[in-house]
């Protein structure tokens, strides 16, 4: 996904403009695309600014979110379940069919971490 054009260059379009230029003569003057001259105009021309729209899908909308409660309290009752339990799980009760992935980052968007304990021997200067 490209980066945004700053704002002050669309503040000068727009000023462009405002002097009676079209979209295409404004965008050649500031060494813009004929295409994002246009796209920009018509935003003034609806919108009346040229501010970027929002980059990205919205948040909040993806398969799991009505099943978030019954996840955490999945996890709430044992802490120790596998996401292979979890998918299982989800799979029987609600239906939802998802990748153990989808979980693993809704898990981890709602603080939910798992910390392996590492077993290690014994130091070797030590006495045993």
Do not use: C
């Amino acid at each position: 996904m490209s980066a945004l054009l700053p704002n002050a260059l669309r503040a000068r379009f727009k000023a462009y403009l405002e002097e009676g230029l079209s979209g295409r003569a404004a965008a050649s003057r500031l060494k813009l695309s004929p295409a994002t001259g246009t796209r920009w105009a018509r935003a003034i021309w609806q919108r009346g600014e040229a501010a970027p729209a929002p980059q990205g899908r919205p948040r909040g909308g993806g398969k799991l979110a009505p099943h978030q409660a019954f996840l955490e309290e999945l996890v709430a009752q044992g802490p120790d379940i596998t996401l292979f339990e979890l998918l299982d799980a989800l799979a029987m009760a609600e239906g939802v069919k998802v990748h153990h992935s989808s979980i693993a980052a809704l898990l981890k968007r709602l603080g939910f971490s798992y910390k392996k304990n590492r077993w290690s021997p014994p130091n070797s200067t030590e006495p045993a």
